[in-house]
């Protein structure tokens, strides 16, 4: 069972400059308090087929965490052109968001960014030689969620004790046990929210 759910994120400034810094608000549950931090990573993928190109654009830290509704605003720096090769500078590229508790990964969502010229002439006849002042990103509001089991160090107060008296039920299934792959759900203002 997760400790911490993702229940939206939202890109305040999408589409952008290039070169903009990418800002976005975080909204998760957390079912049981947490007495460290959670550490949210910003990953640009821009080679998918070489790690080694990868950029993390920031890290923050939040906690402790209390139990309930939480959200946080993020800012990550835009990536850095001269690590991107040139062949895929255009075109689509990854954006990832990492949460992590104690150095394990517990959520990855993954993005679409589309990076092209700001005009038409541009799109259709590119320069030889990349002019990132003029470039452009549209991140997709379709995110690809992944989840992964890790250790939590709480337990949820609901989980291991039963009022006196109480009647007892057949289990309901937790989001848990539902498909790893979250669609999102359009809301206003370019928001998503993410629900199984």
């Given at each position: ?119 038409e ?58 498909d790893d ?15 199984s």
């Open positions: 069972m997760s400790i911490v759910t993702i229940r939206n994120v939202e890109f305040i400034n999408n589409p952008a400059k290039f070169s903009d810094v990418y800002r976005f608000r975080v909204t998760f549950e957390c079912i049981a308090p947490l007495k460290d931090d959670l550490e949210w990573k910003l990953i640009y993928v821009s080679s998918p087929g070489n790690e080694d190109l990868d950029q993390e654009l920031d890290d923050c830290l939040v906690g402790p965490v209390p139990a309930g509704v939480n959200s946080f605003e993020f800012e990550g720096s835009a990536p850095d052109p001269i690590k991107i090769p040139s062949d895929d500078v255009l075109g689509v590229a990854a954006l990832i968001l990492t949460g992590s508790y104690k150095d394990q990964e517990f959520v990855r969502v993954g993005y679409y960014q589309n990076t092209e010229y700001d005009n002439e541009m799109k259709e006849n590119p320069p030889a030689k990349i002019m990132f002042d003029r470039l452009v990103r549209d991140i997709s509001l379709k995110p690809r969620v992944t989840r992964f089991q890790i250790k939590w160090d709480v337990i949820p107060a609901q989980q291991g004790s039963t009022a006196a008296g109480a009647a007892t039920s057949a289990a309901v299934p937790s989001a848990n046990d539902l792959t979250e669609e999102e759900k359009p809301k206003p203002n370019g928001a998503m929210s993410l629900s």
